[in-house]
């Protein structure tokens, strides 16, 4: 039983396109992350939810979008996709006393 | 703002030998957790292990213990009895437990190579 997965996968669009990454988490957790690993590696935090609420939103462009329609689920739309957007993103979500985060599979995103 | 360092881009150790992966923090805060993620190359991220600032035991699990130094914000992973399966990325990682604004400050990562 996957406890926080994302579809798809791999995603490669043009530029210019719109696209969503899905997430779903079934540990029964409040919160949820979107963090970006780009080509270098790099993990940073873009937004989180809370109960389908925005709490952080990390200085990312307005055409990412996160939605919460609820507790288990969190996708991210991105409108007029960029070459910089290309990236793996991760879902994950946490709950409890040291808030452990876990992880999605991460989705490959290339923008030709 | 906190700030997590891992000033080696990479590591190789022989298997069944002991490594050490270093870390360094800064913050301003007195209660905060630290964690080692490893990222094989399947890209999953995988909790190692996690040390609670307010502990002064370091903690261990199984082939994996921390070496935790509070004043000098220190932080590093030793892997003994290395197997290659370890072979992966490890990022250090640092939080400030405030519930729903708690957020993974990620270190660069350090690429680990266990050799046959």
């Known amino acids: 039983d996957t406890a926080v997965s994302q579809t798809p996968k791999y995603l490669v669009t043009q530029m210019g396109n719109d696209k969503s990454i899905k997430c779903e988490q079934n540990l029964g957790h409040d919160t949820m992350y979107w963090y970006k690993q780009d080509s270098k590696k790099f993990l940073k935090i873009m937004f989180s939810y809370n109960n389908k609420e925005l709490i952080i939103n990390e200085t990312v462009p307005n055409r990412f979008s996160p939605k919460s329609p609820d507790k288990a689920h969190l996708n991210l739309h991105i409108n007029s996709l960029e070459l910089g957007d290309s990236a793996v993103y991760f879902c994950?979500?946490?709950?409890?006393?040291?808030?452990?985060?876990?992880f999605g599979p991460g989705t490959r995103l290339t923008v030709l | 703002a906190q700030t997590v360092t891992q000033s080696q881009p990479e590591m190789s150790v022989q298997e069944a030998e002991t490594v050490t992966l270093s870390c360094t923090y800064d913050?301003?805060?007195?209660?905060?957790?630290l964690f080692w993620y490893k990222q094989p190359p399947s890209r999953q991220m995988i909790l190692v292990i996690r040390?609670?600032?307010?502990?002064?035991q370091n903690a261990t699990e199984n082939r994996f213990s921390v070496n935790f130094q509070k004043a000098a914000k220190s932080f590093s992973l030793k892997i003994s009895d290395s197997q290659l399966g370890d072979t992966a990325m490890y990022f250090c990682a640092f939080m400030n437990p405030t519930g729903a604004n708690s957020k993974l400050t990620f270190g660069k990562g350090i690429t680990l190579s266990v050799r046959p």
């Open positions: 913050t301003s805060e007195n209660n905060y957790y």
């Open positions: 994950a979500s946490g709950q409890g006393v040291y808030n452990e985060q876990f």
């Open positions: 040390q609670e600032a307010y502990k002064q």
